[in-house]
Protein backbone atom coordinates (compact mmCIF):
# COMPACT_ATOMS: atom_id res chain seq x y z
CA UNK A 1 0.00 0.00 0.00
CA UNK A 2 1.64 3.29 -1.18
CA UNK A 3 0.96 5.88 1.67
CA UNK A 4 -1.29 8.96 -0.08
CA UNK A 5 0.43 12.74 0.15
CA UNK A 6 -2.69 14.26 1.94
CA UNK A 7 -1.97 11.31 4.97
CA UNK A 8 1.64 11.68 4.78
CA UNK A 9 1.43 15.40 6.04
CA UNK A 10 -1.41 14.62 8.25
CA UNK A 11 0.68 12.48 10.17
CA UNK A 12 3.95 14.43 9.70
CA UNK A 13 2.43 17.49 11.24
CA UNK A 14 0.23 16.01 13.52
CA UNK A 15 2.70 13.48 14.91
CA UNK A 16 5.59 15.45 14.26
CA UNK A 17 4.94 19.38 15.49
CA UNK A 18 3.45 17.80 18.63
CA UNK A 19 6.17 16.31 19.69
CA UNK A 20 8.34 18.89 19.45
CA UNK A 21 5.75 21.42 20.76
CA UNK A 22 5.76 19.28 24.17
CA UNK A 23 9.76 19.07 24.37
CA UNK A 24 10.59 22.23 26.18
CA UNK A 25 8.05 20.86 28.70
CA UNK A 26 10.13 17.18 29.11
CA UNK A 27 11.69 18.19 32.30
CA UNK A 28 8.58 19.25 34.01
CA UNK A 29 6.45 16.12 33.44
CA UNK A 30 9.27 13.51 33.48
CA UNK A 31 11.48 15.66 36.01
CA UNK A 32 15.42 15.20 34.94
CA UNK A 33 17.44 18.57 33.36
CA UNK A 34 16.93 17.37 29.72
CA UNK A 35 16.45 19.50 27.86
CA UNK A 36 18.99 22.57 29.07
CA UNK A 37 18.94 25.55 27.39
CA UNK A 38 22.15 24.51 25.07
CA UNK A 39 20.28 20.96 24.16
CA UNK A 40 16.86 23.64 22.77
CA UNK A 41 19.42 25.56 20.96
CA UNK A 42 20.82 22.65 19.04
CA UNK A 43 17.34 21.71 18.31
CA UNK A 44 16.40 25.28 16.88
CA UNK A 45 19.61 24.82 14.82
CA UNK A 46 18.31 21.55 13.43
CA UNK A 47 15.04 22.86 12.34
CA UNK A 48 16.36 26.21 11.03
CA UNK A 49 18.79 24.15 9.11
CA UNK A 50 15.35 21.95 8.07
CA UNK A 51 13.51 24.96 6.36
CA UNK A 52 16.45 25.62 3.98
CA UNK A 53 16.73 21.67 3.40
CA UNK A 54 12.88 22.18 2.75
CA UNK A 55 13.36 25.03 0.11
CA UNK A 56 16.51 23.27 -1.43
CA UNK A 57 14.25 20.02 -1.51
CA UNK A 58 11.63 22.46 -3.96
CA UNK A 59 14.66 23.20 -6.38
CA UNK A 60 16.76 19.52 -6.55
CA UNK A 61 13.61 17.51 -6.43
CA UNK A 62 11.34 19.60 -7.68
CA UNK A 63 12.74 21.35 -10.80
CA UNK A 64 15.93 18.74 -11.02
CA UNK A 65 18.41 21.58 -10.36
CA UNK A 66 21.12 21.25 -8.49
CA UNK A 67 22.41 24.69 -6.08
CA UNK A 68 25.85 24.58 -4.31
CA UNK A 69 25.31 28.69 -3.17
CA UNK A 70 22.07 27.90 -0.61
CA UNK A 71 24.63 28.66 1.90
CA UNK A 72 25.08 32.33 0.58
CA UNK A 73 21.17 32.58 0.37
CA UNK A 74 20.81 31.89 3.88
CA UNK A 75 23.80 34.34 5.25
CA UNK A 76 21.75 36.91 2.84
CA UNK A 77 19.00 36.27 4.71
CA UNK A 78 20.77 36.31 8.06
CA UNK A 79 22.94 39.84 7.06
CA UNK A 80 19.46 41.47 5.63
CA UNK A 81 18.09 41.02 8.79
CA UNK A 82 21.15 41.55 10.77
CA UNK A 83 21.82 45.01 9.73
CA UNK A 84 17.98 46.13 9.38
CA UNK A 85 17.93 45.64 13.29
CA UNK A 86 21.17 46.15 14.33
CA UNK A 87 21.67 49.71 12.16
CA UNK A 88 17.80 50.71 11.41
CA UNK A 89 15.62 49.96 14.57
CA UNK A 90 13.79 47.23 12.11
CA UNK A 91 11.40 45.33 14.25
CA UNK A 92 11.45 40.99 14.32
CA UNK A 93 8.93 41.28 11.53
CA UNK A 94 9.93 43.93 9.56
CA UNK A 95 13.22 42.61 9.35
CA UNK A 96 12.27 38.98 8.56
CA UNK A 97 10.10 40.26 5.55
CA UNK A 98 13.01 41.80 4.26
CA UNK A 99 14.89 38.82 4.45
CA UNK A 100 12.49 37.04 2.74
CA UNK A 101 11.86 39.33 -0.16
CA UNK A 102 15.50 40.30 -0.66
CA UNK A 103 16.47 36.83 -0.87
CA UNK A 104 13.84 36.02 -3.46
CA UNK A 105 14.89 39.29 -5.19
CA UNK A 106 18.58 38.06 -5.41
CA UNK A 107 17.37 34.66 -6.35
CA UNK A 108 15.08 35.74 -9.18
CA UNK A 109 18.77 37.16 -10.55
CA UNK A 110 20.57 34.34 -10.00
CA UNK A 111 18.20 32.29 -11.44
CA UNK A 112 18.08 34.08 -14.86
CA UNK A 113 21.74 32.80 -15.96
CA UNK A 114 21.20 29.49 -13.90
CA UNK A 115 18.03 28.31 -15.11
CA UNK A 116 19.21 28.12 -19.10
CA UNK A 117 22.15 26.00 -17.92
CA UNK A 118 22.45 22.03 -16.25
CA UNK A 119 25.10 19.54 -15.11
CA UNK A 120 28.16 21.08 -14.18
CA UNK A 121 27.58 24.65 -15.35
CA UNK A 122 24.56 25.15 -12.93
CA UNK A 123 26.98 23.88 -10.23
CA UNK A 124 29.24 26.44 -11.37
CA UNK A 125 27.48 29.20 -11.51
CA UNK A 126 26.02 28.20 -8.00
CA UNK A 127 29.58 28.17 -6.47
CA UNK A 128 30.61 31.08 -7.86
CA UNK A 129 27.59 33.02 -6.19
CA UNK A 130 28.75 31.28 -2.97
CA UNK A 131 32.48 32.43 -3.13
CA UNK A 132 31.58 35.96 -4.19
CA UNK A 133 29.76 36.13 -1.51
CA UNK A 134 31.87 34.87 0.81
CA UNK A 135 34.59 37.29 0.14
CA UNK A 136 31.96 40.34 -0.26
CA UNK A 137 31.25 39.59 3.65
CA UNK A 138 34.76 39.16 4.55
CA UNK A 139 36.37 42.13 2.84
CA UNK A 140 33.42 44.99 3.29
CA UNK A 141 35.13 45.34 7.20
CA UNK A 142 32.88 48.98 7.48
CA UNK A 143 30.05 47.29 6.29
CA UNK A 144 29.72 43.67 7.41
CA UNK A 145 32.38 43.65 10.04
CA UNK A 146 34.65 41.35 8.27
CA UNK A 147 36.05 38.62 10.71
CA UNK A 148 34.32 40.24 13.75
CA UNK A 149 30.88 40.02 11.90
CA UNK A 150 28.10 41.81 13.14
CA UNK A 151 27.59 41.38 17.10
CA UNK A 152 24.98 42.70 19.47
CA UNK A 153 22.04 42.16 17.75
CA UNK A 154 18.93 43.24 19.34
CA UNK A 155 16.13 40.74 20.12
CA UNK A 156 12.98 40.61 18.41
CA UNK A 157 9.51 41.18 20.18
CA UNK A 158 6.72 39.35 19.38
CA UNK A 159 3.07 40.32 20.22
CA UNK A 160 5.27 43.02 22.21
CA UNK A 161 7.34 40.02 24.32
CA UNK A 162 10.83 39.78 23.94
CA UNK A 163 12.19 36.59 21.87
CA UNK A 164 13.83 34.48 24.15
CA UNK A 165 15.52 31.40 22.89
CA UNK A 166 13.90 29.59 26.60
CA UNK A 167 10.13 29.14 27.07
CA UNK A 168 10.03 31.62 30.72
CA UNK A 169 11.65 34.93 29.70
CA UNK A 170 8.73 36.35 27.36
CA UNK A 171 7.82 35.00 23.60
CA UNK A 172 9.89 31.85 22.97
CA UNK A 173 11.63 31.60 19.72
CA UNK A 174 11.28 27.89 20.09
CA UNK A 175 7.71 27.96 18.82
CA UNK A 176 8.44 30.74 16.24
CA UNK A 177 10.88 28.52 14.70
CA UNK A 178 8.48 25.73 15.03
CA UNK A 179 5.62 27.35 13.39
CA UNK A 180 7.74 28.65 9.83
CA UNK A 181 9.01 25.31 10.22
CA UNK A 182 5.35 23.76 9.90
CA UNK A 183 4.78 26.62 7.41
CA UNK A 184 7.33 25.91 5.46
CA UNK A 185 6.51 21.93 5.26
CA UNK A 186 3.01 22.66 4.47
CA UNK A 187 3.78 24.91 1.75
CA UNK A 188 6.13 22.48 0.23
CA UNK A 189 3.46 20.23 0.38
CA UNK A 190 0.55 22.64 -1.29
CA UNK A 191 3.71 23.44 -3.66
CA UNK A 192 4.04 20.33 -5.24
CA UNK A 193 0.68 18.76 -5.01
CA UNK A 194 -0.69 21.72 -7.24
CA UNK A 195 0.09 22.40 -11.12
CA UNK A 196 2.82 24.26 -10.11
CA UNK A 197 4.76 21.51 -8.58
CA UNK A 198 3.47 18.96 -11.08
CA UNK A 199 4.72 21.45 -14.18
CA UNK A 200 8.20 21.70 -11.94
CA UNK A 201 8.54 18.03 -11.71
CA UNK A 202 7.90 17.59 -15.85
CA UNK A 203 10.62 19.68 -16.72
CA UNK A 204 12.77 17.81 -15.04
CA UNK A 205 11.93 14.70 -16.02
CA UNK A 206 11.19 15.70 -20.10
CA UNK A 207 11.53 19.46 -21.34
CA UNK A 208 9.98 18.28 -24.58
CA UNK A 209 6.98 16.91 -23.39
CA UNK A 210 6.59 19.69 -20.50
CA UNK A 211 7.34 22.03 -23.52
CA UNK A 212 4.43 21.04 -25.60
CA UNK A 213 1.99 20.90 -23.09
CA UNK A 214 3.10 24.81 -23.04
CA UNK A 215 4.79 24.66 -19.52
CA UNK A 216 7.54 27.12 -19.51
CA UNK A 217 10.53 25.83 -18.38
CA UNK A 218 12.28 28.71 -17.77
CA UNK A 219 9.24 30.20 -15.44
CA UNK A 220 9.20 27.32 -13.30
CA UNK A 221 12.59 26.99 -12.63
CA UNK A 222 13.22 30.28 -11.93
CA UNK A 223 9.62 29.84 -9.77
CA UNK A 224 11.80 26.43 -8.23
CA UNK A 225 14.93 29.21 -7.76
CA UNK A 226 12.84 32.07 -5.86
CA UNK A 227 11.13 29.83 -3.89
CA UNK A 228 13.74 27.62 -2.57
CA UNK A 229 16.25 31.38 -2.25
CA UNK A 230 13.03 32.35 -0.43
CA UNK A 231 12.84 29.18 2.44
CA UNK A 232 16.60 30.06 2.58
CA UNK A 233 16.08 33.78 3.62
CA UNK A 234 13.76 32.61 6.11
CA UNK A 235 15.74 30.70 8.02
CA UNK A 236 18.90 33.16 7.77
CA UNK A 237 16.59 35.76 9.57
CA UNK A 238 15.21 33.19 11.73
CA UNK A 239 19.32 31.87 12.68
CA UNK A 240 19.94 36.12 13.45
CA UNK A 241 17.37 36.38 15.92
CA UNK A 242 19.15 32.68 17.80
CA UNK A 243 22.56 33.82 17.53
CA UNK A 244 22.01 37.40 17.67
CA UNK A 245 26.21 37.31 16.06
CA UNK A 246 26.63 36.43 12.54
CA UNK A 247 29.44 36.41 10.31
CA UNK A 248 30.98 35.01 7.28
CA UNK A 249 32.54 31.92 8.75
CA UNK A 250 28.92 30.60 8.95
CA UNK A 251 27.78 30.20 5.26
CA UNK A 252 31.31 29.18 3.62
CA UNK A 253 31.11 26.71 0.79
CA UNK A 254 30.92 23.33 2.87
CA UNK A 255 27.78 24.61 4.80
CA UNK A 256 26.14 24.45 1.25
CA UNK A 257 27.26 20.65 0.51
CA UNK A 258 26.27 19.76 3.41
CA UNK A 259 22.44 21.22 2.62
CA UNK A 260 22.86 19.23 -0.25
CA UNK A 261 23.69 15.98 1.42
CA UNK A 262 20.57 16.58 3.90
CA UNK A 263 18.66 16.98 0.74
CA UNK A 264 19.51 14.11 -1.54
CA UNK A 265 20.30 11.58 1.71
CA UNK A 266 16.80 12.10 3.24
CA UNK A 267 15.15 11.62 -0.45
CA UNK A 268 15.06 14.42 -3.27
CA UNK A 269 11.29 15.23 -3.77
CA UNK A 270 9.55 13.41 -0.75
CA UNK A 271 7.77 15.30 1.67
CA UNK A 272 9.64 13.67 4.67
CA UNK A 273 13.57 13.63 2.96
CA UNK A 274 14.57 17.19 3.93
CA UNK A 275 13.42 16.71 7.42
CA UNK A 276 15.17 13.04 7.61
CA UNK A 277 17.78 14.23 6.04
CA UNK A 278 18.84 17.03 7.85
CA UNK A 279 18.53 15.16 11.33
CA UNK A 280 20.89 12.34 9.73
CA UNK A 281 23.14 14.50 8.87
CA UNK A 282 23.88 17.28 11.30
CA UNK A 283 23.90 14.62 14.02
CA UNK A 284 26.04 12.62 12.16
CA UNK A 285 28.68 15.05 12.11
CA UNK A 286 28.23 15.73 15.64
CA UNK A 287 28.52 11.54 16.48
CA UNK A 288 31.86 11.72 13.72
CA UNK A 289 33.69 14.17 15.82
CA UNK A 290 35.58 11.76 17.76
CA UNK A 291 37.32 10.05 14.76
CA UNK A 292 39.37 13.92 15.01
CA UNK A 293 41.29 14.06 12.03
CA UNK A 294 38.97 10.88 10.56
CA UNK A 295 35.97 12.97 10.68
CA UNK A 296 35.40 14.10 6.87
CA UNK A 297 36.80 10.07 5.96
CA UNK A 298 33.88 8.34 8.05
CA UNK A 299 31.40 11.08 7.22
CA UNK A 300 31.74 10.46 3.66
CA UNK A 301 32.29 6.86 3.69
CA UNK A 302 29.08 6.41 6.01
CA UNK A 303 26.97 8.56 3.24
CA UNK A 304 28.33 7.07 -0.09
CA UNK A 305 27.22 3.61 2.53
CA UNK A 306 23.61 4.84 2.96
CA UNK A 307 23.30 6.12 -0.81
CA UNK A 308 24.88 2.64 -2.18
CA UNK A 309 22.24 0.59 -0.52
CA UNK A 310 19.33 3.14 -0.89
CA UNK A 311 20.10 5.42 -3.72
CA UNK A 312 16.89 7.46 -3.49
CA UNK A 313 17.62 8.22 -0.20
CA UNK A 314 16.40 7.02 3.17
CA UNK A 315 12.90 8.50 2.61
CA UNK A 316 12.75 8.03 -0.97
CA UNK A 317 14.09 4.10 -0.63
CA UNK A 318 10.78 3.43 1.77
CA UNK A 319 8.60 4.63 -0.27
CA UNK A 320 9.93 2.59 -3.21
CA UNK A 321 9.77 -0.75 -1.00
CA UNK A 322 6.51 0.31 0.64
CA UNK A 323 5.33 0.85 -3.46
CA UNK A 324 6.90 -2.66 -4.34
CA UNK A 325 4.99 -4.41 -1.26
CA UNK A 326 1.59 -3.19 -2.38
CA UNK A 327 1.46 -3.10 -5.91
CA UNK A 328 -0.67 -5.65 -7.84
CA UNK A 329 0.13 -8.10 -10.44
CA UNK A 330 -1.48 -6.94 -13.46
CA UNK A 331 -2.30 -8.21 -16.89
CA UNK A 332 -1.62 -6.57 -20.01
CA UNK A 333 -4.79 -6.34 -21.21
CA UNK A 334 -6.96 -3.43 -19.80
CA UNK A 335 -10.15 -2.47 -20.10
CA UNK A 336 -12.62 -2.15 -22.70
CA UNK A 337 -11.03 1.46 -24.68
CA UNK A 338 -12.16 3.93 -25.99
CA UNK A 339 -14.69 4.66 -23.29
CA UNK A 340 -16.53 7.92 -24.10
CA UNK A 341 -17.69 9.46 -20.76
CA UNK A 342 -19.89 13.05 -20.38
CA UNK A 343 -17.04 14.13 -18.62
CA UNK A 344 -15.29 14.57 -21.50
CA UNK A 345 -17.51 16.89 -23.76
CA UNK A 346 -15.77 19.17 -21.41
CA UNK A 347 -12.33 18.27 -22.93
CA UNK A 348 -12.94 17.66 -26.78
CA UNK A 349 -15.10 20.17 -27.77
CA UNK A 350 -16.73 20.99 -31.36
CA UNK A 351 -15.52 23.85 -33.61
CA UNK A 352 -17.61 26.81 -33.79
CA UNK A 353 -17.75 28.03 -37.27
CA UNK A 354 -14.88 25.90 -38.39
CA UNK A 355 -12.46 27.48 -41.53
CA UNK A 356 -12.05 25.49 -44.89
CA UNK A 357 -8.76 23.93 -43.21
CA UNK A 358 -8.23 23.72 -39.61
CA UNK A 359 -4.53 23.08 -40.67
CA UNK A 360 -2.56 24.84 -43.60
CA UNK A 361 1.08 24.18 -44.83
CA UNK A 362 2.71 26.64 -47.29
CA UNK A 363 5.49 26.10 -49.11
CA UNK A 364 7.04 24.39 -45.64
CA UNK A 365 10.90 24.34 -45.74
CA UNK A 366 13.41 23.68 -43.34
CA UNK A 367 17.09 23.32 -43.72
CA UNK A 368 19.84 22.14 -41.39
CA UNK A 369 22.89 24.19 -42.88
CA UNK A 370 22.97 22.55 -46.64
CA UNK A 371 20.39 19.94 -45.97
CA UNK A 372 17.06 20.17 -47.04
CA UNK A 373 14.99 18.06 -44.57
CA UNK A 374 11.58 19.39 -45.66
CA UNK A 375 11.14 20.60 -49.33
CA UNK A 376 8.28 23.70 -49.81
CA UNK A 377 5.39 21.04 -48.42
CA UNK A 378 1.86 22.01 -49.06
CA UNK A 379 -0.94 20.26 -46.85
CA UNK A 380 -4.45 20.92 -45.74
CA UNK A 381 -5.75 19.06 -43.24
CA UNK A 382 -9.83 19.81 -43.08
CA UNK A 383 -11.55 20.62 -39.33
CA UNK A 384 -12.55 16.76 -37.92
CA UNK A 385 -10.60 15.04 -40.44
CA UNK A 386 -7.99 12.12 -40.27
CA UNK A 387 -5.10 13.82 -42.06
CA UNK A 388 -1.84 11.17 -42.64
CA UNK A 389 1.21 11.58 -42.88
CA UNK A 390 3.46 8.80 -44.27
CA UNK A 391 6.66 8.53 -46.19
CA UNK A 392 9.99 6.53 -45.83
CA UNK A 393 12.27 6.56 -43.37
CA UNK A 394 14.09 9.79 -43.52
CA UNK A 395 11.31 11.29 -45.86
CA UNK A 396 10.88 14.27 -43.30
CA UNK A 397 7.35 13.31 -41.56
CA UNK A 398 9.02 14.38 -37.70
CA UNK A 399 10.49 17.18 -38.89
CA UNK A 400 6.78 18.35 -40.43
CA UNK A 401 5.37 17.62 -36.91
CA UNK A 402 8.15 19.65 -35.04
CA UNK A 403 7.82 22.26 -36.98
CA UNK A 404 3.51 22.41 -36.52
CA UNK A 405 4.32 21.83 -32.56
CA UNK A 406 7.10 24.87 -32.74
CA UNK A 407 10.28 22.64 -31.70
CA UNK A 408 11.32 23.67 -34.79
CA UNK A 409 11.09 27.40 -37.23
CA UNK A 410 10.97 26.67 -40.46
CA UNK A 411 13.36 28.26 -42.89
CA UNK A 412 10.36 29.22 -45.42
CA UNK A 413 7.02 29.11 -46.08
CA UNK A 414 4.01 29.43 -43.46
CA UNK A 415 1.92 27.37 -41.00
CA UNK A 416 -1.68 28.21 -40.35
CA UNK A 417 -3.61 27.13 -37.40
CA UNK A 418 -7.64 27.86 -37.77
CA UNK A 419 -7.24 30.65 -40.27
CA UNK A 420 -4.61 32.19 -38.25
CA UNK A 421 -0.67 32.50 -39.05
CA UNK A 422 1.47 30.81 -36.70
CA UNK A 423 4.53 30.15 -38.25
CA UNK A 424 6.92 31.50 -35.52
CA UNK A 425 5.91 30.85 -32.52
CA UNK A 426 7.15 28.31 -30.01
CA UNK A 427 6.16 25.08 -28.14
CA UNK A 428 4.60 26.75 -25.51
CA UNK A 429 2.25 29.14 -27.68
CA UNK A 430 1.88 25.79 -30.12
CA UNK A 431 -0.06 24.61 -27.30
CA UNK A 432 -1.65 27.26 -25.87
CA UNK A 433 -3.07 27.80 -29.16
CA UNK A 434 -4.17 24.28 -29.14
CA UNK A 435 -1.62 22.26 -30.85
CA UNK A 436 -1.37 18.38 -28.96
CA UNK A 437 1.34 15.95 -29.80
CA UNK A 438 2.82 12.61 -29.09
CA UNK A 439 5.94 12.15 -29.68
CA UNK A 440 7.72 9.20 -32.04
CA UNK A 441 9.47 8.14 -28.40
CA UNK A 442 7.46 8.36 -25.57
CA UNK A 443 8.02 11.20 -23.59
CA UNK A 444 6.36 10.22 -20.27
CA UNK A 445 7.41 11.78 -16.72
CA UNK A 446 7.92 8.44 -15.38
CA UNK A 447 8.42 9.11 -11.90
CA UNK A 448 5.35 10.52 -11.80
CA UNK A 449 2.05 8.81 -11.55
CA UNK A 450 -0.28 8.00 -14.66
CA UNK A 451 -2.68 10.38 -13.04
CA UNK A 452 -0.43 13.07 -12.70
CA UNK A 453 0.93 12.86 -16.40
CA UNK A 454 -2.53 13.37 -17.70
CA UNK A 455 -2.54 16.25 -14.85
CA UNK A 456 -0.22 18.32 -16.17
CA UNK A 457 -1.65 18.33 -19.60
CA UNK A 458 -4.18 20.56 -18.21
CA UNK A 459 -1.55 23.37 -17.45
CA UNK A 460 -2.45 26.08 -19.42
CA UNK A 461 -6.06 25.51 -18.22
CA UNK A 462 -5.80 26.58 -14.73
CA UNK A 463 -6.87 30.33 -13.63
CA UNK A 464 -5.84 30.11 -10.00
CA UNK A 465 -2.36 32.44 -9.26
CA UNK A 466 0.22 30.65 -7.02
CA UNK A 467 -0.36 32.63 -4.20
CA UNK A 468 -4.13 30.94 -4.26
CA UNK A 469 -2.80 27.47 -4.76
CA UNK A 470 -0.18 28.00 -2.03
CA UNK A 471 -3.22 28.86 0.42
CA UNK A 472 -5.45 26.66 -0.94
CA UNK A 473 -7.96 29.12 -1.74
CA UNK A 474 -11.65 27.74 -2.84
CA UNK A 475 -11.07 28.42 -6.25
CA UNK A 476 -7.66 26.54 -6.81
CA UNK A 477 -9.35 23.45 -4.57
CA UNK A 478 -12.22 23.77 -7.29
CA UNK A 479 -9.99 23.40 -10.16
CA UNK A 480 -8.01 21.03 -9.01
CA UNK A 481 -11.15 18.93 -8.06
CA UNK A 482 -12.19 19.75 -11.88
CA UNK A 483 -8.92 19.09 -13.22
CA UNK A 484 -8.90 15.56 -11.31
CA UNK A 485 -12.31 14.48 -12.73
CA UNK A 486 -11.68 15.29 -15.94
CA UNK A 487 -8.20 13.45 -15.90
CA UNK A 488 -9.66 10.10 -14.52
CA UNK A 489 -12.45 10.10 -17.35
CA UNK A 490 -9.48 10.49 -20.05
CA UNK A 491 -7.67 7.56 -18.33
CA UNK A 492 -10.86 5.76 -18.66
CA UNK A 493 -11.29 6.95 -22.48
CA UNK A 494 -7.80 5.13 -23.00
CA UNK A 495 -9.14 2.21 -20.58
CA UNK A 496 -6.07 3.00 -17.90
CA UNK A 497 -7.94 4.33 -15.16
CA UNK A 498 -7.26 1.25 -12.52
CA UNK A 499 -3.22 2.59 -12.87
CA UNK A 500 -3.88 5.73 -11.63
CA UNK A 501 -1.83 5.52 -8.74
CA UNK A 502 1.39 3.94 -10.76
CA UNK A 503 4.48 5.34 -12.05
CA UNK A 504 4.13 5.91 -15.49
CA UNK A 505 7.56 4.64 -15.82
CA UNK A 506 6.34 1.32 -14.54
CA UNK A 507 3.76 0.50 -17.06
CA UNK A 508 4.06 -1.78 -19.89
CA UNK A 509 5.15 -0.19 -23.60
CA UNK A 510 2.06 -0.11 -24.81
CA UNK A 511 0.17 1.35 -22.00
CA UNK A 512 2.45 4.22 -22.01
CA UNK A 513 1.51 5.00 -25.83
CA UNK A 514 -1.79 5.49 -25.23
CA UNK A 515 -1.02 7.61 -22.09
CA UNK A 516 0.67 10.10 -23.94
CA UNK A 517 -2.70 10.10 -26.02
CA UNK A 518 -4.62 10.78 -23.09
CA UNK A 519 -2.27 13.51 -21.52
CA UNK A 520 -2.43 15.14 -25.16
CA UNK A 521 -5.68 15.37 -25.33
CA UNK A 522 -5.96 17.15 -21.47
CA UNK A 523 -4.76 20.04 -23.78
CA UNK A 524 -8.22 20.47 -24.94
CA UNK A 525 -6.33 20.91 -28.54
CA UNK A 526 -7.74 21.92 -31.71
CA UNK A 527 -4.95 19.75 -33.65
CA UNK A 528 -3.74 16.61 -32.40
CA UNK A 529 -0.66 15.44 -34.01
CA UNK A 530 -0.05 11.91 -33.58
CA UNK A 531 3.52 10.72 -34.11
CA UNK A 532 3.53 6.72 -35.02
CA UNK A 533 1.27 5.88 -32.34
CA UNK A 534 0.66 2.01 -32.95
CA UNK A 535 4.47 1.50 -32.10
CA UNK A 536 4.36 -1.19 -29.53
CA UNK A 537 0.50 -1.78 -29.47
CA UNK A 538 -0.66 -5.02 -29.78
CA UNK A 539 -3.10 -6.09 -32.28
CA UNK A 540 -6.04 -5.74 -30.40
CA UNK A 541 -4.80 -2.50 -29.29
CA UNK A 542 -4.03 -0.91 -32.62
CA UNK A 543 -8.02 -2.06 -33.79
CA UNK A 544 -9.33 -0.29 -29.99
CA UNK A 545 -7.10 3.38 -31.44
CA UNK A 546 -8.49 3.35 -34.66
CA UNK A 547 -11.64 3.29 -33.43
CA UNK A 548 -10.69 5.85 -30.41
CA UNK A 549 -8.98 8.05 -33.27
CA UNK A 550 -11.94 7.90 -35.04
CA UNK A 551 -14.40 8.98 -32.22
CA UNK A 552 -12.15 11.66 -31.64
CA UNK A 553 -12.51 12.83 -35.46
CA UNK A 554 -15.96 12.56 -34.92
CA UNK A 555 -16.32 15.01 -31.92
CA UNK A 556 -14.43 17.76 -34.42
CA UNK A 557 -10.92 17.37 -33.45
CA UNK A 558 -8.54 17.31 -36.60
CA UNK A 559 -6.16 14.84 -36.67
CA UNK A 560 -2.37 14.69 -38.51
CA UNK A 561 -1.43 10.93 -37.96
CA UNK A 562 2.32 9.81 -38.68
CA UNK A 563 2.25 6.09 -38.73
CA UNK A 564 4.08 2.95 -40.62
CA UNK A 565 1.24 0.32 -40.12
CA UNK A 566 0.02 0.59 -43.76
CA UNK A 567 -3.23 -1.36 -43.13
CA UNK A 568 -4.03 1.31 -40.01
CA UNK A 569 -3.46 4.42 -42.32
CA UNK A 570 -5.87 2.99 -44.93
CA UNK A 571 -8.27 1.91 -42.26
CA UNK A 572 -8.61 4.76 -40.56
CA UNK A 573 -7.38 8.13 -42.66
CA UNK A 574 -9.91 10.69 -45.22
CA UNK A 575 -6.54 11.88 -46.74
CA UNK A 576 -3.43 10.79 -47.12
CA UNK A 577 -0.02 13.04 -47.80
CA UNK A 578 2.91 11.22 -48.77
CA UNK A 579 6.60 12.92 -48.33
CA UNK A 580 9.34 11.44 -50.04
CA UNK A 581 13.09 12.99 -49.12
CA UNK A 582 10.98 16.02 -47.72
CA UNK A 583 9.43 16.48 -50.71
CA UNK A 584 5.28 15.79 -51.47
CA UNK A 585 5.09 13.18 -54.26
CA UNK A 586 1.40 12.30 -53.56
CA UNK A 587 -2.04 13.53 -51.91
CA UNK A 588 -5.53 12.17 -51.86
CA UNK A 589 -7.85 9.56 -50.59
CA UNK A 590 -6.17 6.98 -49.10
CA UNK A 591 -7.74 4.43 -52.13
CA UNK A 592 -5.79 6.52 -54.64
CA UNK A 593 -2.36 6.54 -52.63
CA UNK A 594 -2.65 2.54 -52.41
CA UNK A 595 -2.19 2.73 -56.10
CA UNK A 596 -0.07 5.29 -56.79
CA UNK A 597 3.24 4.71 -58.70
CA UNK A 598 5.33 7.52 -56.77
CA UNK A 599 3.97 5.62 -53.55
CA UNK A 600 5.08 2.07 -54.34
CA UNK A 601 8.59 2.73 -55.30
CA UNK A 602 9.21 5.04 -52.79
CA UNK A 603 8.17 2.33 -50.21
CA UNK A 604 9.69 -1.03 -52.24
CA UNK A 605 12.23 0.72 -54.87
CA UNK A 606 10.70 -0.36 -57.81
CA UNK A 607 6.84 0.38 -59.38
CA UNK A 608 4.63 -2.95 -58.90
CA UNK A 609 0.77 -3.26 -59.05
CA UNK A 610 -0.86 -2.14 -56.34
CA UNK A 611 -2.38 -5.61 -55.61
CA UNK A 612 0.68 -6.67 -54.88
CA UNK A 613 1.90 -3.59 -53.48
CA UNK A 614 -0.59 -4.35 -50.86
CA UNK A 615 -0.05 -8.06 -50.33
CA UNK A 616 3.67 -6.72 -49.18
CA UNK A 617 2.65 -4.09 -47.01
CA UNK A 618 0.18 -6.71 -45.30
Do not use: C
Amino acid sequence: MTVSPRLAVGLTLGIGVAVLAFLPYWSDVFGGRFPTSFELRIVLRVMIMAIVVIGLNVLVGGAGLVSLGHAALYGFGAHVAALLALRAGFGFAPSLVAAVLGTALVGAALAYPSVRVRGVYLAVITIAFGLVFVNVLREWVSFTGGASGLAGIPRGEVFGQRLSPGRRDGFSLYYVVLFFLALAFVLQYTLMYSRFGRAMRATAMSENAAQALGVSVIRMRTLAFVLSASFAGLAGALFTNLALFVNYETFQFTQSIQFLLMTILGGAGTLLGPLVGTIVVFFATVLLQAFEEWQTFAFGALLALVLFVMPKGIVGSFEAWLASRGAKQRMRETAEWPHWTPELNAVIQPLENPPAAALELRGLTLRFGGLVAVNKVDLAAKPGAVHALIGPNGAGKSSVINMISGFYTPSEGSIRLLGQDVTARDSAAMAAAGVARTFQNTELFGAMTVLENVMVGFHTRYEANLIQTLIRAPRARWEEARVRREAEALLDFVGLRDYADERAGALPFGHQRRLEIARALALQPRLLLLDEPAAGLTHGEIEDLVRLIRVLAEKGLTILLVEHHVDMIMAVSDHVTVLDYGVVIASGPPSEIQDDPRVIEAYFGHAAPGAAARKAAE
